[in-house]
């Protein structure tokens, strides 16, 4: 045997010295908060770790399908391919603003609340519900809005359900636009 290899054999026993065995029974133990397991604490723990500070929670709306609840995730993380966001990762693109009004860079804000498309389909959602509407100055603010409406929570849901349907239809329109065989109609 080397004078390595004895080493670590040596170093092993060591280790293994201060170990007793005993006859009690197995058991597995959970040390994510509470000692049993729960999806919401391992959701809150992998969140704590992965994503960046000042993102607001994950959301998760039940009555959504996965979907919308993934991309209104990446929308508030401001993880969708806009023109401006490829171009921060180095990925070339001709021209950076927005396809469908050409008046500004395209950003997640800008092609989803700011861009003038976006304004009037948000300005009639508001007056079909006889809302007045918030003054956010992002997209995280639409849900923060939601989130200290003082209504009841089925109410909240629903309210939830249509702003995220109309996030996507504009991300839809926007992809069609862009990407389509021919031109959405308006």
Known sequence: MSGTNFQHLSTIVNMLSSFSLSDSEDFWTWSLGSPSFSV??????IDKITLPDGVMETRWNS?????????IWRALCNRLPTRWNLSRKGIEVDLLNFPICDTSIETLNHSLWFCSLATTLWHRFFVWLDIDPPSPS??????????????????????????????????HFRNESIFGTSPPKT
């Open 63 to 71: 009555y959504l399908p996965k979907k919308l609840n993934i991309f």
């Open 138 to 171: 992002n997209i995280q603010d639409i849900f923060s809005w939601l989130d200290n409406m003082r209504i009841s929570s089925a109410h909240k849901s629903i309210l939830e359900v249509i702003c995220a349907v109309v996030l996507w239809s504009l991300w």
């Open 40 to 45: 919401k604490c391992t959701r809150e723990h």
